[in-house]
Structure formats: C-alpha cells, structure tokens
C-alpha cells in the first residue's frame, strides 16, 4: 500500500478542478486528473504538478457514462494504489441559455446527468471503496468534495437545469454526509461564485461590470487557485468536526448587504 494519500479530481484538466489538483499535489497527495476530451490541458496540468515537485497521473472517462465511472475507479485503484479524496468537480453549463419556458429536455437530460447523476453514482461507488480501505486500515479517514455553486440557490431563469442540478448536488452532500459519518468518511460542498474559468469566458463582459457595481462585497472574480485553497483546508483535516458543512468561495455574494 502506498504511503501517499491519493486524490481523484473529476475535470482536473482545466479551470476550478486544475486549481484543485495543483493546490492537492502540493499539499502531498498524489492527484488523478480525470478529463473528458482534453488531453493536452490534463497533460499541461499534469507538467505543472510535476514542475513543482509533485506528483500525478491522468485518466480519460466521460463521467456521465457508468462504464467511464467504473473504469475510472478501477485505474484509480490499480495505477494509484489507494482513494483518500474524491472530488467531485466535473460539469456542465447548458449547451444554449434559453429561457425556463423554452427549456427543452434534451438540455436537462444532459445537464442533470452530467453535473448530478453522474457525480451521485460515482461517490456511491467510490464511498463503497473507501469503507473497505478504512475498514482494513489501510486509510486513516477519507473525503469527499462536492463542487456545487451560488446556482444551488440563486436563481438564473435562462439555465434552470444548471441551477435544478447544483441544487440537488447541495442535497447529495446532505445525504451523504448523513449516511457515512459513521464510517469515517466527511462530506463537504464547496460553493463557488463567479470563477474565472473556460466556463465564464462567454459571459466575462457581463460579470466585469457587475463585480464591479458591487455584485460580490469582495469585488474581484474568483480564482481555481481560491476553490484551490477551501479544498486544501479539508485535505489537511482542519475540519473533522464538520460534515455535510458548506464552505462558500464566493467573495461573500451570499451575503445578504446594502
Ligand atoms: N466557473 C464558475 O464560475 C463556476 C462557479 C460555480 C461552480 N462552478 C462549477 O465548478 C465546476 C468546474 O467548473 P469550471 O468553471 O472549472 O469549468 P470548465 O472550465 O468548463 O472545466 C470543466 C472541466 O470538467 C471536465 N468535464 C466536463 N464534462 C465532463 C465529463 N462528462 N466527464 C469528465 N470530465 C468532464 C472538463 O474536461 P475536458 O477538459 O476534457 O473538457 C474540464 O476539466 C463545475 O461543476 C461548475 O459547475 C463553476
């Protein structure tokens, strides 16, 4: 058994999950960075932990498909020897911004597949992995992080399906962190504001004035390296007292203020 503590990171390869992976390696795990279709950004992301003197592997699966789950797990298990953290970040933005009354359920199939179902399955298989291994005392306690959003709450009436799906990735976190408390495993959801990342690109202009009026009470757009850094704070086990706890990343948007 490998004495490294090993972190998977869904949509490691680029923005909020490449600052996760990055702030993971340097705090001494070793990271598998899942992509989807990527390649190269998983490939530099991986050159940049190792630039640092980390260290990290790579594993292609399209986590809305159950095979790509399964297979991910197992190369998890087999290349890196160990599951301490899984961290559910991978997702989607609807493909067109459509208003609520024009939503078709294509969109929401893939929305909700993709950003909950998705990441529901995984963690009860990877959760069911990781019993054993704190079981046999192989593992000490593990971890799971579920990337949700300010959508779990705010309204955004031209993408419902997104905001419906971090909603119900709120719930998982509850539901979860319920179930496996006993079993040594903690739960969070880390609720990112407005990031900036290949997601928010389309709507950069939008988002610099409103940052700018006052939109958050800390007026800058978010970092992966600030998502980066809440994660590290669970990683190091600043929070075993905590599960099921909401850590919002947010420059204090939810705050209600004048
Ligand atoms: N950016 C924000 O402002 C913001 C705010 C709140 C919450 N979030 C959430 O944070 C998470 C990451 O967002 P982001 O802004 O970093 O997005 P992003 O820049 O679009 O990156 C998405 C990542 O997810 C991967 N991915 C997408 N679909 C996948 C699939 N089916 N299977 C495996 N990997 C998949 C991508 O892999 P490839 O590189 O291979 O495509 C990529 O690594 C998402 O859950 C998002 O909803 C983002």
């Known amino acids: 058994m490998p004495t490294q503590p090993v972190a998977l990171v869904t949509g490691g390869s680029r923005g909020i999950g490449r600052g996760?992976?990055?702030?993971?390696?340097?705090?001494?795990?070793?990271?598998?960075?899942?992509?989807?279709?990527?390649i190269a950004a998983a490939e530099d992301t991986l050159r940049t932990i190792e630039a640092a003197g980390g260290s990290g592997?790579?594993?292609?699966?399209?986590?809305?498909?159950?095979?790509?789950?399964?297979?991910?797990?197992?190369?998890?298990?087999?290349?890196?020897?160990?599951l301490d953290m899984l961290v559910n970040n991978a997702g989607i933005?609807?493909?067109?911004?459509?208003?609520?009354l024009d939503m078709d359920e294509q969109s929401?199939?893939?929305?909700?597949?993709?950003?909950?179902?998705?990441?529901?399955?995984?963690?009860?298989?990877?959760?069911?992995?990781?019993?054993?291994?704190?079981?046999?005392?192989?593992?000490?306690?593990?971890?799971?992080?579920?990337?949700?959003?300010?959508?779990?709450?705010?309204?955004?009436?031209?993408?419902?399906?997104?905001?419906?799906?971090?909603a119900g990735i709120s719930m998982m976190t509850t539901l979860y962190a319920a179930r496996l408390a006993e079993e040594g495993?903690?739960?969070?959801?880390?609720?990112?504001?407005?990031?900036?990342?290949?997601?928010?690109?389309?709507?950069?202009?939008?988002?610099?004035?409103?940052?700018?009026?006052?939109?958050s009470p800390i007026r800058r757009w978010g970092t992966p390296e600030d998502v980066g850094k809440a994660v590290v704070a669970i990683a190091r086990g600043l929070l075993p007292f905590s599960t099921g706890e909401i850590i919002n990343v947010d420059g204090g948007y939810h705050l209600r203020h004048f």
């Open 185 to 215: 495993i903690n739960v969070y959801e880390i609720r990112p504001g407005v990031i900036e990342t290949d997601m928010t690109a389309g709507v950069r202009a939008k988002y610099d004035k409103l940052i700018r009026e006052g939109f």
């Open 93 to 100: 933005a609807p493909p067109t911004r459509d208003d609520l």
């Open 108 to 166: 929401w199939d893939a929305v909700l597949d993709t950003n909950l179902k998705a990441p529901f399955f995984l963690t009860q298989a990877a959760a069911k992995i990781m019993i054993r291994q704190i079981r046999d005392k192989t593992i000490p306690r593990a971890d799971i992080v579920n990337i949700s959003s300010i959508s779990a709450y705010a309204a955004s009436v031209n993408r419902g399906q997104y905001c419906i799906s971090k």
């Open 57 to 82: 592997d790579l594993c292609q699966a399209d986590i809305y498909h159950a095979e790509h789950r399964e297979l991910l797990l197992d190369y998890c298990m087999e290349n890196m020897g160990r």
């Open 20 to 38: 996760i992976c990055i702030a993971l390696a340097a705090e001494g795990y070793n990271v598998l960075i899942n992509y989807n279709s990527n």
